[in-house]
């Protein structure tokens, strides 16, 4: 039985999530997966633990945000590894966690077969993906 | 001496216990009436809450489906109105389901397929930084439009599921 390390969109980065890039808007998903999410899944895995993500009370999400910002997760990690150390908590509006499951999931999985890489619009510091032997590396991404 | 063993009594065992029976029946007959009564008086007050918080809603879909095509929405005021939209209706379809069996994601165009077009849409997006008020383009409002016409009678069709329901 794995721990739990908990992080909340709220406590950990805004009460008001914006939309998909850091070009359009703040406290983008873009933004959000740079600054909080890559570290905090890279970290449970080295503890293994699973990452819960808490998704509720904020003032409400646009769709753009959680699939930019659980998408470069997959994108980064891959589904497989995503899927079994991750556990999205969505009481307020559960068809968010459908979405992420279902959608953006299985749609950043096959883009991160093709090598479409994700739109980068912001300055961003090195973070973690998995590299073309299939291992972690750590570095600022094109 | 004679006369009087001659006389019968004025009611017989058996009338006395007919006369039970009819009071006991008439008894059973009025609580049966007031109980099923009372039921159904319940049923017709629960279903016409329902249907006044389904129009309810619906309206103020409609209010804000105005006030998007009229360019009078803020983009960042959207989002929490998309979210408390969401949770009311969930509470409330999850009520109708329970007691009408009534399908729970018939609203669902209403909660996510309108968020979609909304935040998805170019001139959302444009705005959001600046938090301006939309104006949105000819094809956006087709967008809306086409939304409207495509959706518009799953309120109806839900009042009437409810309304039937036995």
Redesign the interface.
């Known amino acids: 039985m794995k721990n739990k390390r908990n992080i909340s969109v709220l406590d950990s980065f805004s009460e ?1 999530p ?2 998909r890039h850091c070009a ?3 406290d983008s998903g873009e933004e959000f997966y740079h600054k909080v999410l890559n570290k905090e899944f890279k970290d449970a895995l080295d503890n293994n633990e699973i990452l819960i993500v808490n998704l509720d009370n904020t ?6 945000f959680l699939d930019e910002a659980f998408g470069n997760l997959v994108y980064d990690f891959s589904m497989e590894t995503v899927k079994n150390n991750i556990n999205i908590i969505s009481e ?4 968010w966690k459908d ?1 992420i499951y279902e959608e953006t999931f299985v749609q950043w999985e096959d883009r991160r077969k093709s090598n479409e890489a994700p739109k980068i619009t912001g300055n961003h510091s090195e973070w973690y993906r998995l590299n073309a032997n299939g291992e972690l590396e750590y570095k600022t991404w094109n | 001496m004679e006369l009087m063993c001659c006389t019968k009594p004025l009611m017989e065992i058996s009338d006395w216990i007919a006369i039970g029976a009819v009071l006991i029946n008439g008894g059973l007959a009025f609580w049966i009436v007031r109980t099923i009564q009372n039921k159904l008086a319940n049923k017709r007050v629960l279903k016409d809450h329902f249907i006044a918080e389904i129009k309810e809603v619906r309206e103020q879909y409609k209010c804000q489906l105005n006030n998007l095509y009229s360019g009078k929405c803020k983009p ?1 005021e959207l ?6 939209m ?2 009311k209706v ?1 509470d409330l379809m999850t009520l109708v389901n329970q007691k009408y069996k009534i399908d729970k994601e018939k609203l ?1 165009p209403y ?2 397929d309108l ?2 077009v909304v ?2 849409s170019e001139d959302y ?2 705005n ?2 600046q938090n301006r008020e939309i104006e949105f383009s000819d094809k956006s409002k087709t967008d809306i439009i086409q939304f409207q016409q495509l959706n518009n009678s799953i309120f109806n069709e839900l009042i009437v599921s409810v309304n039937d329901f036995n």
């Open positions: 008001y914006g939309l359009v808007s703040d003032a409400g999400y646009a769709p753009s307020e509006e559960p068809s979405m | 960042k989002l929490p109105w998309f979210k408390l969401n949770i969930n669902k909660q996510t968020r979609n935040t998805e997006i444009n959001f930084k």
